[in-house]
């Protein structure tokens, strides 16, 4: 089984940075690409930035220039480093771990249980 564990988040002022952590654990032989994922009460959840196993990545237009998506795929981890902040930050954050591949030999996706990011005005 395949866990995914998300550490990093909390609150901070606006202007301030957090540095998102996710470890995946379990039978993994690769996992293909990781993400980051955001998600408000009642709003849907949306892509914030994503990572190829190559290092390629990409971001949502709102985080441009202000996050950056890294990943040690020897460590099965994916990081996402915010700086400046806003409140319109404030979600919670799931991370993504896609087509991982298992020793059983199964493909599939994994989600984190999600890490709040609060940033006060």
């Known amino acids: 089984q395949v866990q995914l564990v998300e550490s990093g988040g909390g609150l901070v002022q606006a202007g301030g940075s957090l540095r998102l952590s996710c470890k995946a654990s379990g039978n993994i032989l690769a996992i293909n690409a990781m993400a980051w994922h955001r998600q408000a009460p009642g709003k849907q959840r949306e892509l914030v930035a994503s990572?190829?196993?190559?290092?390629?990545?990409a971001y949502a237009d709102s985080v441009k220039g202000r996050f950056t998506i890294s990943r040690d795929n020897a460590k099965n981890t994916v990081y996402l480093q915010m700086n400046s902040l806003k409140p319109e930050d404030t979600d919670v954050y799931y991370c993504n771990a896609g087509r991982v591949l298992t020793t059983s030999g199964f493909v599939r996706d994994y989600w984190g249980q999600g890490a709040q990011v609060t940033v006060s005005s």
């Open positions: 990572i190829t196993r190559g290092g390629s990545a």
